[in-house]
């Protein structure tokens, strides 16, 4: 899990979000309101859903942009069950939330990077073949 997360407030121009993605080198950034998440935007969703729905960058905001129906975890959620959650609904990321508060983001690579990562793998492909 990454704690030093990169945020915007959600009145941000799409064009600061996409400056700010670049200058932290991150795919994605979290749209809050001290500490209280609302949204995440993606460099996917700043590139296909703004244009699919004809948004114009400079005057978009990253609220409008963001993904707002949101699946998140718990800092005290497995790996298993996180890894889960993203093949279950298709995510990259999952914004980890504590009593209502961003306490940071669990990422695939993440995972992938941790000593467990092949016990992970091996359970979902258990918990796949049984549905």
Do not use: F, K, W
Not at 63 to 81: K, P, R
Not at 89 to 102: C, E, S, T
Not at 116 to 125: C, K, P, Q, T
């Amino acid at each position: 899990m990454t704690s030093d997360v990169v945020t915007v407030p959600p009145y941000t121009a799409l064009t600061s979000v996409a400056a700010c993605m670049r200058d932290a080198n991150v795919g994605c950034v979290l749209v809050v309101t001290d500490d209280t998440l609302h949204g995440l935007i993606t460099d996917r969703d700043i590139t296909v859903r703004v244009t699919a729905e004809g948004m114009i960058a400079g005057s978009a905001t990253a609220h409008q942009a963001a993904s707002g129906a949101l699946v998140t975890v718990t800092s005290d959620t497995t790996l298993c069950e996180a890894a889960a959650l993203m093949c279950d609904h298709a995510l990259h990321r999952l914004p980890v939330v504590d009593d209502g508060h961003l306490v940071g983001l669990l990422s695939l690579s993440d995972i992938a990077e941790t000593a467990h990562a092949r016990e992970v793998l091996i359970a979902l492909g258990n918990a796949q073949a049984n549905h």
